[in-house]
């Protein structure tokens, strides 16, 4: 009787084992993995995205939120032992400045070809996203409690009245600020450009270290005028800050292209081309909207959302997004040296 009570209970755990290790592999084969990204971007855009795509393919994504020069000294100093394998979103620039640094996988998305000409780069080291313009934001109740005009110029910053009245991200740690220092310099030429930021930079109350902050600040009444992306400010107004007003500089403004990027040793490879071919679909740039993310689109069937049309006609400069990449070190560096500034670490 015991022995006979031994073999069932012998056979009830090899079948048990069996359901279990099968179960496992089967488990197994059906996981989709899991992606880590970068996002250079609003913080509600990169969540919305990561819960869509997750949703689409069942792939567990989480991300980090960085401003773009955050993300590429966390990619430097990573490089050898990387913890993502996607950046998403912010300025090419900061691509291309970190494929300079060997740390970008080129890869040319099949959904590429739906990218509008002069918003991808044809050797894959980024693909557009969305582009938006820079530009000045600034708070209509302290401009007149002040007696102040909105700016309107690159020019006006200089004037007297705006002393302590200005606040910017730092071109250190901020992708939006970089696009400043090397729109000015591509405007003016670099020399007329530093001796510009020698005299700009007295005059500014606040560098700080996201290029989103001046956009906020000015509809908390916490600053009389900023520099920023638009369609950052524009968010905010829709938010409920109703004292932002916009204005774009006379002498013609640069712009960003958001961008999108295979991280050279990520750990999620496949899972990271499957990633950058969904979101540069048609669907998943329009999503922008619903977080109130309102750039310009690059696929050529994605509607743009009716926010950005007020800024559609923007002076825009024949901006060099290869050579603001190639310089962005150097140019970082000097305008903290000519300013005597450093980048803000919070």
Not at 315 to 326: P, S, T
Request: glycine content about 10%; proline content about 4%.
């Amino acid at each position: 009787m015991i022995k006979k009570s031994l073999i069932i209970l012998t056979v009830m755990i090899f079948a048990a084992g069996t359901l279990f290790a099968g179960g496992a592999q089967e488990s197994g084969a059906a996981d989709p993995g899991s992606l880590t990204f970068y996002a250079g971007l609003q913080e509600d855009h990169a969540a919305m995205i990561a819960e869509e795509f997750e949703a689409a393919t069942g792939i567990k994504t989480e991300f980090v939120r960085m401003s773009s020069g955050e993300i590429l000294a966390r990619l430097k100093a990573e490089k050898d032992n990387m913890t993502a394998s996607v950046w998403y979103g912010g300025p090419i620039d900061g691509i291309v400045a970190a494929d300079q640094e060997g740390i970008i996988e080129h890869y040319v998305s099949p959904e590429a070809v739906n990218i509008r000409e002069g918003f991808k780069d044809p050797n894959g080291v980024w693909t557009g996203i969305y582009i938006g313009y820079l530009g000045f934001v600034g708070n209509k109740a302290i401009l007149a409690e002040k007696g102040l005009a909105m700016p309107t110029s690159w020019a006006d910053f200089l004037k007297p009245e705006y002393n302590q009245e200005i606040v910017v991200a730092h071109p250190g740690s901020s992708g939006t600020a970089y696009t400043m220092l090397a729109t000015l310099v591509q405007i003016m030429g670099e020399d007329q450009a530093m001796e510009y930021f020698k005299k700009f930079s007295p005059q500014v109350r606040q560098y700080t270290k996201s290029g989103t902050a001046p956009g906020r600040m000015a509809g908390l009444g916490e600053t009389t005028v900023g520099i920023t992306f638009l369609h950052d400010a524009i968010k905010y107004k829709k938010e409920g800050y109703s004292d932002i007003i916009i204005s774009a500089p006379a002498e013609g403004t640069g712009y960003e292209i958001g961008g999108v990027a295979l991280l050279k040793g990520g750990p999620d490879q496949e899972n990271a081309k499957k990633f950058i071919d969904w979101v540069l679909t048609k669907d998943v740039q329009e999503m922008g909207k619903t977080v109130g993310s309102f750039q310009f689109l690059t696929n050529k069937d994605a509607l743009p959302p009716e926010e950005a049309m007020p800024i559609k006609d923007t002076k825009l400069i024949n901006y060099d997004f290869q050579w603001a990449g190639e310089n962005k070190q150097r140019l970082v560096e000097r305008f903290s040296v000519e300013t005597s500034t450093t980048a803000p670490t919070e």
